[in-house]
């Protein structure tokens, strides 16, 4: 990795964490540095539409005749999404070609490696890989989360194992569109009331935390009656 791309993800790291420590210590349910906390359901209250999912949204599945979408609010180095994984997984496979599924970047401050994460999984979208780069980052987060350095070079090194355009990968991943582009999932999920990560919306209503795959089946399901 080049040393200008080094500096350039570092950039990134201190614009999209630094507003996450300005967001945290003006939420009185977000530790200042930045743990997961408890989400807590919206009382029935659905989230407006055109803030959930964006015409640039990151869609994981999407089909034409889907008529439920579920929308994560993620960091790809928070353990908890980490657990969520498989349910969301689980319930990909089980109602393919029956919902969308909506990917949102929202990189939680005190995590070293979740904004360059959601860079590179932007930029491997661009490139049409964004499920590969999004389950490798789950699948390998033992190797590389909770590290106090930067480890943007591991993420370069899953760009080559995908076969992706390296020059255009870095170049796209040390961006300040990609940049704006986290942000911009970010900030949607602030206007939201995200407080911690996974937060899940399934048609506009918050889940519990942590759903498990019972309740995520039930909502959907309820959502494919209607």
């Known amino acids: 990795m080049s040393k200008n791309l080094a500096i350039t993800l570092g950039l990134i790291l201190v614009a999209v964490v630094g507003l996450g420590l300005l967001v945290g210590l003006n939420e009185p349910d977000q530790s200042p540095d930045g743990s997961e906390q408890a989400?807590?359901?919206?009382?029935?209250?659905?989230?407006?539409?055109?803030?959930?999912?964006?015409?640039?949204?990151?869609?994981?599945?999407?089909?034409?005749?889907?008529?439920?979408?579920?929308?994560?609010?993620?960091?790809?180095e928070c353990e908890a999404c980490r657990a969520q994984y498989p349910v969301i997984e689980r319930i990909r496979e089980e109602y393919e070609g029956q919902i969308d599924v909506v990917v949102r970047y929202f990189p939680m401050p005190g995590h070293t490696n979740s904004a360059p994460a959601a860079a590179a999984v932007e930029a491997a979208a661009q490139q049409g890989a964004l499920e590969e780069m999004y389950q490798r980052m789950f699948e390998?987060?033992?190797?590389?989360?909770?590290?106090?350095?930067?480890?943007?070079?591991?993420?370069?090194?899953?760009?080559?194992?995908?076969?992706?355009?390296?020059?255009?990968f870095t170049e796209t991943m040390g961006s300040e569109e990609t940049l704006e582009r986290v942000q911009a999932d970010f900030d949607d999920g602030v206007e939201l009331g995200v407080q911690g990560t996974p937060t899940i919306y399934?048609?506009?209503?918050?889940?519990?935390?942590?759903?498990?795959?019972?309740?995520?089946?039930?909502?959907?399901?309820?959502?494919?009656?209607?």
């Open 39 to 76: 989400n807590t359901p919206e009382g029935g209250t659905t989230a407006p539409e055109e803030t959930l999912v964006r015409e640039d949204s990151r869609f994981l599945d999407q089909h034409d005749d889907a008529s439920v979408t579920v929308v994560e609010f993620l960091d790809f």
């Open 202 to 226: 399934v048609d506009g209503q918050q889940t519990t935390t942590m759903p498990d795959y019972e309740e995520l089946s039930s909502m959907i399901d309820q959502g494919l009656e209607e």
């Open 140 to 168: 390998t987060q033992a190797e590389w989360g909770e590290s106090q350095e930067d480890r943007s070079d591991v993420f370069v090194g899953f760009a080559e194992d995908l076969g992706l355009d390296m020059d255009e």
